[in-house]
Every structure is written in structure tokens, then in C-alpha cells.
């Protein structure tokens, strides 16, 4: 039962260029979140899906970011036009289907984003 | 707004003594609290996952308590080792209906067990 997947490990952008970070939920997870890691900071709340839903993107800066979470495939978080202060580590996580409140999260190994 | 606080932000061990985290939180109405283990450039191991209800959760050489009135939680070591060096991230799930997905992260204690 592999956990939660993420791919790219490790992502160079240059400024202005588009970057796609993808996250594959364990199986039989339906809940999706992402956070983010900026250096030497805490991880921040970004997005929370549900398959073809956005529950609460509070978290989500107002411009540039966009989280999907189609009915086939992965969660896709996409950051247009990347800037330096977007290098961070990101972050998802996974819970069951309802994702009821006593479960925990189970977290991916992340996506590495270094913008030059 | 909850804020989640971790004391010490490092600490420097001998191998063998016992230690604890400390973790408080500003909101007590929380679903659950969760203590993380975070290797560097690693992503976030779970380490223990106590509900609102409880008081403790053991694992191993790992013991969580809570007490939610007072808004605190500690993580024991026992007996530590050098592979239990990494920095150690509490986070809390809050009540209510839509900020109740989210967990809320303090910044970690970096723990290093010397040999």
C-alpha cells in the first residue's frame, strides 16, 4: 500500500515559468491538502480538495496559485509565473473518505521547488 | 486564530537521557493534536495522533499527553539515540466545519542526540 505520492522530488523553475507539482492520496484516501514550507518557517496551510471540489483554499495566496483534484489522477497544485519567494517545500497530505476528525493526515515526501 | 508554539526550538542531548517537547496551543477547541518527526530535506513522519478526548498516547519509547484545558501537550523520549535526531513538529486539527480540515503547525524543536 504505497503512501502518499508525490512527484517531482526536486523542481527548478526559472522566473516567470509555470511550475506543476502532483500528488497522488494513499488508496482509498478521497481528502487531499497541501501545505507549504518556506525556509526556516513552519508548514502553512494552503488548500483542501476533495475529488472535483475545493473545500477550503483559505491558505492559497490570491494570484498565480491553483489546486485541482480531478476525478481521474492526481491533485495538481500549479504555480503561474514563479517568483524566488516561491522556493519552498510543498507538501501533501491524505486522509479517508469523510475525513472525519479522528483521523490523522498522512503526508507525502514533498516537492522541493527552487526558482533561479 | 490558533498559533501553536513548540519550547525549545533546539535541544542538545547526550545518547541515553530522557527528554521532552513541549507544544501549547492558544484555541482548545481542537479535533485532535499530532506530533511529527521531519528529517532533513524528508517530508513528515507521524509519530503519534492523540484525540480531544484523550490524555496520552504511547508508542514504543514515544509518550504524548494532552491537556486540552490548559491548551499544552509534551512528547517524552525515552532513552534517546542518535537516530532520534531530526526536528519534531507538533500540529493541532481545529474544531468547526471548513477550518477543521486544516492542521496548524508550530515551527518544531530541532533535536540533536549526540553519541
Known amino acids: 500500500n504505497a503512501g502518499v505520492m508525490q512527484n517531482p522530488r526536486h523542481l527548478v523553475r526559472r522566473r516567470g515559468q509555470e511550475a506543476r507539482l502532483r500528488c497522488s492520496p494513499m488508496k482509498g484516501h478521497s481528502h487531499v491538502y497541501w501545505y507549504r514550507q518556506l525556509p526556516e518557517e513552519g508548514l502553512k496551510f494552503m488548500v483542501y480538495?476533495?475529488?472535483?471540489?475545493?473545500?477550503?483554499e483559505s491558505g492559497m495566496p490570491k494570484e498565480r496559485f491553483s489546486a485541482e483534484f480531478p476525478k481521474e489522477g492526481p491533485s495538481i497544485l500549479r504555480i503561474q509565473q514563479v517568483v524566488r519567494g516561491d522556493s519552498a517545500a510543498y507538501f501533501c497530505a491524505s486522509s479517508p473518505l469523510g475525513g472525519p476528525p479522528n483521523y490523522g493526515y498522512t503526508f507525502g515526501s514533498g516537492t522541493r521547488l527552487t526558482v533561479v | 486564530k490558533q498559533e501553536v508554539t513548540q519550547i525549545p526550538a533546539a535541544l542538545s542531548v547526550p545518547e541515553g537521557e530522557n527528554l521532552v517537547l513541549n507544544c501549547s496551543f492558544t484555541d482548545s477547541a481542537i479535533y485532535n493534536l499530532q506530533w511529527f518527526r521531519q528529517d532533513p530535506g524528508k517530508g513528515l513522519t507521524s509519530l503519534l495522533l492523540?484525540?480531544?478526548?484523550?490524555r496520552e498516547q504511547t508508542s514504543g519509547r514515544l509518550n504524548a499527553s494532552l491537556d486540552k484545558s490548559s491548551g499544552r501537550s509534551t512528547l517524552y523520549i525515552a532513552a534517546s539515540q542518535p537516530g532520534d535526531s531530526a526536528t519534531y513538529l507538533c500540529?493541532?486539527?481545529?474544531?468547526?466545519?471548513?477550518?477543521?480540515?486544516?492542521?496548524?503547525f508550530g515551527e518544531g524543536t530541532q533535536l540533536t542526540v549526540n553519541p
Open positions: 492523540i484525540q480531544s478526548s484523550q
Open positions: 500540529a493541532v486539527r481545529a474544531g468547526g466545519e471548513t477550518s477543521g480540515s486544516r492542521l496548524t
Open positions: 480538495l476533495q475529488k472535483e471540489n475545493i473545500i477550503d
